[in-house]
């Protein structure tokens, strides 16, 4: 089992930044990927960035260029650096990780941004 815990989510006016953190705990060994997804009320959960353990990252198109998603294997903890944000940035953000066949989600933290 892979215990996963979120922190950084808030509230902040468009154009803010957020800082978002999730470590992983328990079996982590062999943990590759790990990531962000998010899910805004009404829509369905979509990926936001990820990063694999040897660092090569994937995006959204919506958030190149705003978010940097980076890694810290020692620390086992993966972090979404979250610039110019905008409304529609507005979600539940869920940590992810991946260590193949399972796959294990945090249990969300809230980013709200205002206009």
């Known amino acids: 089992q892979v215990q996963l815990v979120e922190s950084g989510g808030g509230l902040v006016q468009a154009g803010g930044s957020l800082r978002l953190s999730c470590t992983a705990s328990?079996?982590?060994?062999?943990?590759?990927?790990m990531g962000w997804y998010r899910q805004a009320p009404g829509k369905q959960r979509e990926l936001v960035a990820i990063i694999a353990r040897g660092g090569s990252t994937n995006y959204v198109d919506s958030v190149k260029g705003r978010f940097t998603i980076s890694r810290e294997n020692a620390k086992n903890t993966v972090y979404l650096q979250m610039n110019s944000l905008k409304p529609e940035d507005t979600a539940v953000y869920y940590c992810?990780?991946?260590?193949?066949?399972?796959?294990?989600w945090g249990q969300g933290t809230q980013v709200t941004v205002s206009s």
């Open positions: 992810y990780a991946d260590r193949s066949p399972y796959t294990y």
């Open positions: 328990g079996s982590i060994s062999n943990i590759n990927v």
